[in-house]
């Protein structure tokens, strides 16, 4: 199977036709058409249908697009890094959920910049199911989540550490004066939330599902920022992961409520695939984030003594 015919096949599957990856490629669309021959002919299966205008893969060719990209990928890495084996070089694609971009990886990457110039970093913000399923069809390397912790048998998933979340509103909300708040004294209040799937708005939704209350709305946001931006405004209330919220509430634009189930927590997780082969940069990454975030944690346990 030829690394020029894979390259071939991943063009074609993701222009979506022979003579766009033709055109991608700078071949002619019957030197695409030959190398998609050759690979069908090698595995015994079509991997496209022509559906009038239309390429598509077939099953065979969906369960072959995962294996082409990271051959292709393989033989550019090995590429880029065969000229100095001692330092880390090549692309390094890196998933994370937009709260732990923001919050938690700015000065690993900017530390790992810095010792390794030659590692060309590319960064994917996303939800975590959504990396999840990245990095089984190897479209990452690594992937940074913020989630509950669960395994899965296709990937290695290492918790690095222990996110609290806290209640936050603005000072002087009708809440504020209350030495504990339950379930029943979120009814009637706005609940500004991240988008649907994210594991600490799931967890809350859980804690007022089981006690049988609702909140009197719910209005949702695409990212973080702008729901303390509209919390600190009075527009509503907001259930959120202290890292998120340090700098407010130690400058009093937030304050905390005593959330009855002030014990949940969620986890900044790193995860990759367990059959991945693991490249000097992404080895020297993973060691990296593990010192900083456990640096961070023990920092952040001593000012809570305090």
Known sequence: MELRHLKTFRTVAEKGGFSRAGEELGYAQSTVTAHIHKLEEELGSPLFDRL??????????????PYAKEMVRLSREAAETIGNPEAPAGPLRIGSAESLLVYRLPSILHEFRKRYP?????LFPGQCRNMRTKLKEGEMDLAFLLDEE????????????????VLV?????????????????LIGETLLQTE?????????????????????????FWNIEAIKQCTINGLGIAYLPRM?????????????????????RVSTQLA????????????????LARRRIKAVERREEMTRKQ
């Not at 990759?272 to 060691?287: C, L, Y």
Request: hydrophobic letters at 35%; aromatic letters at 6%.
């Open 52 to 65: 009038g205008k239309r390429t598509v893969l077939t099953n065979a060719g969906k369960r072959l697009l």
């Open 118 to 122: 030659r590692v060309r970093l590319e």
């Open 150 to 165: 669960r395994r899965e048998p296709d990937l290695y998933t290492e918790t690095l550490i222990q996110e609290e979340l």
């Open 169 to 185: 509103a603005p000072p002087g909300h009708a809440l504020a004066g209350k030495k504990q708040i339950l379930p029943r004294d």
């Open 196 to 220: 649907l799937g994210c594991s600490y708005r799931t967890l809350l939704e859980n804690r007022l599902k089981k006690a049988g209350k609702s909140v009197g709305q719910r209005i949702d």
């Open 244 to 264: 998120t919220v340090d700098r407010e509430l130690e400058e009093g634009r937030l304050i905390q409520l005593p959330w009855l189930h002030h014990e949940d």
């Open 272 to 287: 990759w695939h367990k059959d991945k082969w693991r490249s000097p940069a992404m080895a020297e990454f993973v060691t």
